[in-house]
Every structure is written in C-alpha cells, then in structure tokens.
C-alpha cells in the first residue's frame, strides 16, 4: 500500500479515505526551525455512530477511551451536525461545502453509480493542495467512481483523485456493497487479469451463489436487502463474479485501513498534509477481528465500536511518535446517526440492554429528527486547543470555509461558513441556522428551534424500526427544552411556526411533500 504524509488532521465520526502523490513534490513548503509551520489536518469520519455511542456523550454501557481523550483534551461539540441522515449526501456535503439537497445525485449510491462531484468542482483536498498541502485518502468512498459503466478491470477515472486527492487508498462504496475490493490511485488492488471483475446490481451471474438460494454458504444471515452475492459468507448488496485474489477480508478491514494512514503520516510527516481517513465502522456487516469479538458484550455492533475506539488511540499514538501531534488538527465526526438492524441478524437488537446509540434524541439514521444528523463531533489540536465543551451550532459542510481561513485561502462555498474560531474554542457563537436532509426530505433548524415540514410516508420505517420524521402537519419542537421533540408546538406557537417557515422556504424553496420510496443502506 502506497501511502504519504499528511499534515492537517481531521477525524470525522465515520472514517474516510486518504490520496498521496508526487503532484507537490519539489515545492517549497515554509518551515520554522525544521518544523512545518502549517498544520497537518486529518479528518476521521466513522460511519454510523450515534451521538450516544461514545463516553463522553454519555454512553455508560460501551467504553470509548481514546476517543473521549480527544474530546477532553479538545472541544466537545453539543450542537455538531453531519448535514444528512445518510451517508453518501453527508460525504459530499463535507468535501464540498456544499448541501447535498442541491445535487439530485447526492443520495445513498449503489456501488455502479458514477462520480457525482464535478471535477472542476472545490473541494477540502483541492483548496489544501493549492496551499502546499499533500492530500490523502484512505478508507470509505462512496461517492462514485467513473462515469457511469465501470471497467473495473482498467483504471478507473475519474475518481478521488480528480477531485484534489494525490492518493487514494479506497473502497468504492460501502463494505456490505460490490465489489468488495479496495482501489488504489483508481486500480483495483491485486487484481489477476485471468480472473476479471463483473458487477451488476440487477442480475445474477449464471452459476454464482447468492444469499437467497445458497443458505448454506452463509456465515451471518440476512435480513432485508443484503441477499445478492456471497463474500466471505457474508450477503451483500448486488452481484460480482471474479476478482478472487482481490477481495478483501472483512475482518481484517479495520486493521488495513489504520496501517493505510499510519503509513500515510509517516510518509509526509516532512511537509503539510491533508489526510480523510474515512473508517467503516460500526456499519454493516459488523465484522470485528476475532481481538475484539465478544469485548462489548453487545455483539458485534458494540464489539466493531471497541474497535474503532482502539483504531483511533493507534493513530493518535503514530502521529505523537512520529512527532506530529501538536502541529496537527483533527476533526473526528459521523456521517450519520445510529441504525441497530440495518439488514442483518447480528444481535445489534437484542443485545442492546441501556445502552442509547442515539442518546437523548428521537429516530436516527434516514430520520428527520433530531438523531439522524446530530452526530459526535470533536476537534483536537494538542497544545493549540484549549479543552472544552461548546453549544455553538457546526455542521461538517463548514469544514471547507474553516480550513481555509486556517491556511490562509481566500476559497470558500456559498453554503460554508467560516467557524475556525469555534472549530478551535475560541467562540461560541457558531451558525444561526441550518438546513438538514434525509433521504431528500429536508427540515430547518434555527437556534434552539427545529421545524419538520409535513411529508407524506410512514412514520416509522419497520425494517429498521427507526421513525423517520413524517407527518400530515407540520412539526416545531424547542429542543432546548424538549431535546426528545416529544411535544410538538405547531399549534401552541404559531407565531413561531410562521416565522420559521418563512426563513426555510427563503433558504429551501417551496419542497413538495411527496417522499421517494426509501432505499435503506
């Protein structure tokens, strides 16, 4: 695995992926008594993990150690938003600055679908690199590879490093998706050219296993959509023949993706660096190394959080031995909010006891309540940041304007605002306002308000048993005092509830209340 230095850090809850190249070497890059004077930046994404899901939020059931030292040691954020429910509108949200109800594409996407950001469009790798900045991914893509019909076979543009990433280290979409192989700098890792890659996520391939006819082969169970083809013994979502020497082991993933980016940091601890580290846990299939297996008590959707806890102490361990901790900022957030069942049988249910992945919010992953965007959200700068706990409002689409005010870019995004002194500590004030999605649904947060406009469809999602903010009428909730959105006020307030309307629909526009059919995963 070819990996390279990076040097600002910023960990979002799910963690993303890394790119390195030789784009900037030979540049001059300003130092001060031999140290880089621009801090490195890593980003470390997790994917799914609750606001709950950690100590330092509250969780007393599961113990996160490393991760509650970074937000003791940093800010805390209370108020810290992903700008989507789901992944994929998160992901590009993030990297672009950019809400992802602008982009019709900006939806969950099967692992066929095709890049959805402009190649000449901003991007957080793009602004850092302009400014000296290596720039890396490793981990979690998922926002689309080439343009439509990939050649798995060929290398595959463009991709992660069209968009300002001089590596990449990458799975194309998610680990319960095809085709379950990683991606370097767009070819595919390992690949015997005997033995080619085909993927369709509509029909099967004559003679291949798939998780409804070939139960047998099955080491966990499926239970809604995860019934396509069989790696590994594990169902996954659409079909791929070949690539055998290729595919990955799920249960060593964790462990790949974190010698990924101790390797990157390594590699670029002389010059700035930029690194997403893009984690895949606690996402399904939850598949934790037989170290971790059984440590939570809670299966393994709590076992993979273990693990990620640990994952994050190794890194944060490599970057203090490799000298870098204190000229290097991370951001650790999740994409989205917690789902338990989330398409197969692995005790996530069951297993749950007191444990609140959501904390003290209603729904969670696909929902318009409050659970399914307020997320962790941390920032750490040993030695920079002062330690504390913060209410001002941030949302991961500020990253792009924030960082480039740190490193002194005049770039910015229309929907990105500049919260570098709250994403440091040394404000409070953060946005007055915030346009949230799931899955295309939007609703409108203003200070301590939130306002769910009326949208036809289920309450509750049953697959998942998660409810996802639906209603005939619209929905005001104070979540200062009512952070569950048990009492509605849209009749009691409705002054309130006018005056909210107003501000979103000038921000939004008029949205029909009609819902897409829901796509879990």
């Known amino acids: 695995m070819k990996l390279r230095n990076v040097s600002i850090l910023i960990i979002v809850g799910v963690l993303s992926v890394l790119s390195c190249s030789n784009n900037n070497q030979g540049k001059k890059v300003e130092k001060t008594s031999g140290k880089v004077s621009k801090p490195n930046i890593v980003i470390i994404y997790t994917d799914d993990l609750g606001y709950g899901d950690i100590g330092a939020n509250g969780a007393t059931e599961i113990k996160t150690p490393n991760i509650d030292a970074l937000a003791s040691k940093g800010v805390r954020f209370t108020n810290g938003y992903a700008?989507?429910?789901?992944?994929?509108?998160?992901?590009?949200?993030?990297?672009?600055?950019?809400?992802p109800w602008r982009n019709k594409q900006a939806k969950i996407l099967p692992g066929t679908a095709p890049l959805i950001i402009d190649t000449a469009?901003?991007?957080?790798?793009?602004m850092l690199k302009s400014k000296g900045y290596h720039t890396g991914i490793v981990g979690k893509w998922h926002l689309g590879l080439g343009t439509g019909n990939v050649n798995w076979n060929e290398t595959i543009k463009p991709g992660p490093n069209e968009l300002g990433f001089d590596y990449s280290y990458i799975m194309a979409a998610t680990q319960d998706r095809v085709p379950t192989v990683y991606i370097e700098n767009g070819d595919v890792v390992g690949l015997d050219p005997t033995d080619p890659i085909e993927i369709d996520y509509a029909n099967n391939f004559e003679g291949e296993p798939n998780g409804v006819d070939n139960p047998e082969l099955l080491t966990m169970k499926w239970h809604h959509g995860h019934n396509s083809s069989i790696v590994n013994g594990i169902p996954r979502i659409g079909y791929m023949k070949g690539?055998?020497?290729?595919?990955?082991s799920d249960v060593d993933m964790a462990d790949h993706f974190l010698e990924g980016a101790q390797s990157y940091v390594k590699k670029h601890k002389e010059h700035p660096?930029?690194?997403y580290y893009g984690m895949q846990q606690p996402h399904v299939p939850r598949t934790p190394h037989p170290r971790f297996v059984g440590k939570s008590g809670m299966g393994p959707r709590g076992d993979v959080i273990i693990e990620a806890d640990w994952v994050v102490g190794e890194f944060i361990k490599t970057l203090e031995e490799e000298g870098l901790l204190e000229n290097t900022l991370i951001v650790f957030t999740s994409d989205n909010g917690p789902v338990l069942n989330d398409g197969y049988y692995d005790d996530a249910v069951e297993k749950i006891g007191n444990h609140k992945p959501s904390g003290p919010f209603r729904g969670g992953k696909y929902s318009l309540f409050e659970a399914g965007t307020h997320v962790p959200f941390i920032t750490y700068w040993k030695g920079k940041i002062t330690p504390a706990v913060s209410d001002a409002l941030v949302c991961q689409i500020d990253l792009l304007s924030s960082l480039a005010k740190l490193v002194g870019s005049t770039v910015s995004a229309g929907d990105s605002e500049d919260l570098l002194q709250e994403f440091l500590g040394e404000s409070k004030k953060g946005r007055k306002d915030l346009v949230l999605e799931a899955t295309t649904r939007t609703a409108y947060k203003n200070g301590d308000w939130v306002l769910i406009p009326p949208y036809r469809g289920p309450a509750i999602n049953e697959y998942v048993?998660?409810?996802?903010?639906?209603s005939k009428e619209y929905q005001l909730y104070n979540l200062k005092e009512d952070a569950g959105q048990q009492n509605n006020l849209a009749h009691s307030n409705s002054g309130k509830l006018q005056e909210l309307r107003k501000l979103y629909e000038s921000k939004r526009g008029k949205v029909t209340t009609k819902v897409q059919q829901l796509e879990l995963k």
Request: glycine fraction near 8%.
């Open 243 to 248: 690539g055998e020497a290729a595919k990955w």
């Open 83 to 99: 700008s989507s429910a789901t992944c994929t509108p998160s992901r590009y949200a993030l990297l672009t600055g950019v809400y």
């Open 465 to 470: 048993n998660i409810e996802l903010g639906n």
């Open 273 to 275: 660096f930029f690194l």
């Open 121 to 126: 469009q901003m991007t957080i790798p793009r």
